[in-house]
């Protein structure tokens, strides 16, 4: 990746696409919105995170994110199918480890066209002609996907469905330089938006599990999630490269209203985006301002207390990153 965008051909998902394309609509009428649970009274909410984190439970819906010419949906934090057009056709690549199970191959994709999938034994064209025939496929690949999901993934769906105001997920920023170390594009958890000075405002988040070693200091040594955060706020530092993140948002804004449109016609009780989401997507809005400094979710998925007691959080907070505990589903909101 070297240049950091949100773009999909939206206005490309037209009516006969869709129809050529079943297993598509199928992955829309399963897709909710952030903030799908954000009519809950988070006030009376007083049941500790970990009740919900540990538990094993199935994923029965997607989270969309676009990126620079495709879209994911995951499950839980899984990428389920990886949707962009190639050659003027829809198509989505899942892994094999989804779709064939025991038998898929590490780092191998599935391609998903209007002429359906791969049989892992024949070798032919499995192909289905309406959403029904495909939901079952889609229900066994995303039990596959289930178990795949780990504490840390859970709790990022968790907050995603109590806060509307969430944009992105798995969000990485292209290389900038010549040190190995920094030319990987580490991925932060959530983006979201936030009010600020009148306008809005982009902001990072990272989640650590509260034994997360990467979140513990090892004697004087700073956590290594320090480092981690400080290099999006190097990279976002430069002006023009935060303008291009504005700008790539605004856009991603847009994209998420354009896609709820079309999700509307195939699931009609579909969650509203979030307000902050229209607000951005609108033609007369400005820029979003960006916050260069990333900030920290300590998750709170076990009852024992020693990050606090070992000093392990004064130190987070000592090192300057803004940190945010968080033990009961009271404290979801961003």
């Known amino acids: 990746m070297t240049e950091f ?3 999909f051909p ?3 998902l037209t009516e006969s696409v869709l129809r050529e ?5 199928e992955l829309l ?3 909710h919105p952030a903030g799908d649970a954000v009519f809950r009274r988070l006030d009376a909410e007083k049941q500790v995170v970990r009740d919900h984190v540990g538990k094993k439970g199935e994923f029965q819906h997607l989270r969309v994110a676009f990126r620079c010419g495709y879209m994911n949906f995951y499950c839980g934090g899984q990428s389920i199918a990886r949707v962009r057009f190639v050659r003027g056709k829809l198509r989505a690549e899942i892994h094999e480890k989804y779709v064939y199970g025991a038998m898929g191959r590490e780092k191998q994709y599935v391609k998903l066209t209007s002429e359906g999938f791969l049989d892992f034994g024949t070798g032919l064209p499995v192909a289905c002609d309406s959403e029904q025939r495909w939901r079952p496929y889609l229900d066994q690949w995303m039990s596959n996907a289930n178990g795949k999901i780990e504490h840390e993934k859970r709790f990022v769906d968790l907050l995603v469905a109590h806060n509307s105001n969430v944009i992105d997920l798995e969000m990485g920023l292209p290389a900038f ?8 594009a580490p991925r932060i958890d959530i983006v979201a938006l936030e009010p600020c000075e009148g306008r809005w405002r982009v902001v990072l988040w990272e989640a650590k599990r509260v034994h997360d070693g990467r979140a513990r200091c090892k ?7 320090v480092a981690q955060l400080k290099s999006y706020t ?24 354009e896609l709820h449109k079309i999700a509307r016609y195939i699931q009609p009780g579909i969650e509203e985006l979030g307000a902050r989401i229209r607000a951005v997507a609108a033609s007369d809005t400005p820029l979003p301002l960006v916050d260069k400094e990333p900030r920290l979710l300590i998750i709170y998925d076990t009852n024992d207390n020693s990050f606090r007691e070992n000093g392990h959080l004064d130190k987070l907070r000592f090192s300057g990153l803004r940190v945010k ?5 009271s404290e979801l909101a961003l």
């Open 5 to 7: 965008c949100r773009e």
């Open 10 to 12: 939206i206005k490309c």
């Open 21 to 25: 394309n079943d297993w598509f609509t």
């Open 29 to 31: 009428r399963r897709w």
């Open 177 to 184: 330089s010549e040190v190995p170390e920094e030319r990987r």
């Open 219 to 225: 004697g004087n040594e700073p956590p290594e999630v």
């Open 234 to 257: 190097r990279w976002l530092s430069d002006p023009g490269r935060a303008s291009r993140v504005a700008k790539a948002y605004q856009n991603n804004c847009s994209l998420l209203v």
């Open 325 to 329: 505990t968080v033990e009961s589903l």
